[in-house]
């Protein structure tokens, strides 16, 4: 059963990454300057040797780190937590980082070290810790959860009063809930099965029992003609057994019916590679676009860059960024319509850059802030994706990862004014099949294409 991307698994993933990273560098520079104290101020010690603390830190780092993970202060529910209690839990992960430090300095005799050097980078790291968390849960995560509402809503259809579920997907996931109460033998209206709608609900979670079979498959068919997420409770859940895995909810299990295999490191890898070569291309190309732009001004009026509003990862829409390729208002009298092979619209410098594919440069940007990945389905315009998603089984289905300047449709000839029902074959292909060793195939032949179309 297909459905929308498990954002909340990329949510705990993308959150608790960052997390760890601020949290390796927060210790190491509590550290250093506990070591830099000892030497130089609080009974300073100038023999105290550099080199030997340095591998001492590197021996306990991993250990600290550790210590850290295993007591879940990267998990999305502890940082969603009410102070208090995110603060106890933070207190319990520096108690078992000092009974480490004991344990290791009882067992390291690498040489006769201060312990005040210890005493110290506790006394530091403790508030370090709880600052820098403060910092990124004001400035950070709650942009990250809150950038697209797309991540913050989930419907949930039950037939009984049962508010647990509710509150764990709040506490544990900070989502509102979207409740349809079905109590006492009350009917699924379309109403309210429409209010499945991509762009608006992150997810779908049914605790239906299981002779509503009719009610729950009409749950599924819009969640699929949607591209959602489904979520089952064990008491929904008898008439679906293929392509279903365990998830957990507190201590609930669930029925999770997910769209992508992209596990949730993937999410982060994916993501990591397109903010490191997005932002080298757009240094190293820079020239090449600051002629483009001069080109495009000197051969006809208008704006060099086009701005566009597409739909991009989980419906949601953004703007997205291109080299003006055609004469201003073009479609001023059309609408929006699908630009054919010899245009009348398409201006001559527009002819070279759609030839090429450096019409797409600007994109480069669209990638830098996170609406676009470098390898996926190319975004589409909200007026097609509301007709095409009911005309084409599984339309919605491209919108699982974030779109791409360049895919596996593209490098296979399925680009322009082509069939549709072949490109969503061949984006589908992509997300089922996806690995970092795909898009960097395709990012090499995109390239290749480019320099041969260009000769």
Not at 27 to 54: E, G, H, M, N, R
Not at 242 to 263: R, T
Request: one cysteine or more; glycine letters at 6%; aromatic letters at 14%.
């Amino acid at each position: 059963m297909g459905d929308a991307v498990n954002l909340i698994v990329y949510k705990k993933y993308l959150i608790g990454f960052l997390q760890f990273i601020m949290d390796a560098v927060v210790l190491t520079v509590s550290f250093l300057l506990a070591y830099l104290l000892k030497k130089f101020l609080i009974f300073p010690d100038p023999q105290l040797s550099s080199v030997a603390y340095l591998r001492l830190f590197i021996v306990i780092f991993p250990f600290l780190m550790a210590t850290l993970y295993f007591t879940k202060l990267y998990t999305l529910g502890v940082i969603l937590q009410p102070w208090g209690n995110w603060v106890k839990t933070a207190a319990r992960s520096v108690i078992h980082m000092f009974i480490m430090l004991i344990v290791l300095s009882f067992y390291l005799k690498m040489f006769s070290y201060s312990r005040l050097v210890f005493t110290l980078f506790l006394f530091i790291f403790t508030p370090s810790l709880i600052i820098s968390k403060v910092i990124f849960n004001r400035v950070f995560m709650r942009s990250i959860l809150n950038k697209n509402q797309l991540f913050n809503k989930i419907a949930f259809f039950t037939d009984q009063r049962d508010r647990g579920i509710i509150d764990k997907i709040r506490r544990l996931h900070g989502c509102s809930v979207d409740e349809v109460n079905l109590e006492g033998g009350k009917i699924l209206r379309t109403s309210e099965i429409n209010r499945i709608c991509q762009g608006v609900t992150g997810g779908v979670l049914v605790d239906l029992d299981n002779s509503r079979y009719e009610e729950i498959a009409a749950i599924f068919e819009k969640a699929n003609l949607e591209g959602v997420s489904v979520y089952l409770s064990p008491r929904s859940v008898s008439h679906y057994k293929a392509d279903v895995s365990m998830e957990k909810l507190g201590d609930q299990a669930l029925f999770a019916f997910y769209p992508s295999h992209i596990p949730g490191y993937g999410w982060v890898l994916k993501r990591s590679v397109d903010l490191i070569l997005s932002s080298l291309a757009i240094v190293l190309l820079s020239p090449v676009m600051v002629t483009i732009v001069c080109a495009i001004r000197l051969t006809s009026p208008g704006p060099a860059v086009y701005r566009q509003t597409r739909v991009g990862f989980g419906g949601g829409l953004f703007t997205m960024f291109k080299f003006r390729t055609m004469d201003k208002d073009a479609e001023a009298e059309t609408g929006p319509v699908w630009a054919s092979e010899n245009d009348s619209r398409v201006t001559r410098v527009g002819r070279f850059l759609r030839r090429t594919n450096l019409d797409e440069l600007p994109q480069l940007f669209n990638v830098l802030v996170g609406d676009m990945s470098l390898v996926g389905p190319r975004p589409e315009r909200p007026e097609f994706v509301a007709r095409f998603k009911d005309e084409i089984k599984k339309y919605s289905h491209k919108h699982w990862v974030r779109p791409g300047i360049t895919g596996w449709a593209q490098i296979n000839g399925w680009r322009g004014n082509t069939s549709l029902a072949e490109r969503i074959k061949c984006d589908l292909f992509y997300i089922e099949n996806w690995s970092l060793w795909t898009d960097l195939k395709i990012l090499v032949y995109t390239l290749f294409k480019t320099y041969k179309n260009a000769m």
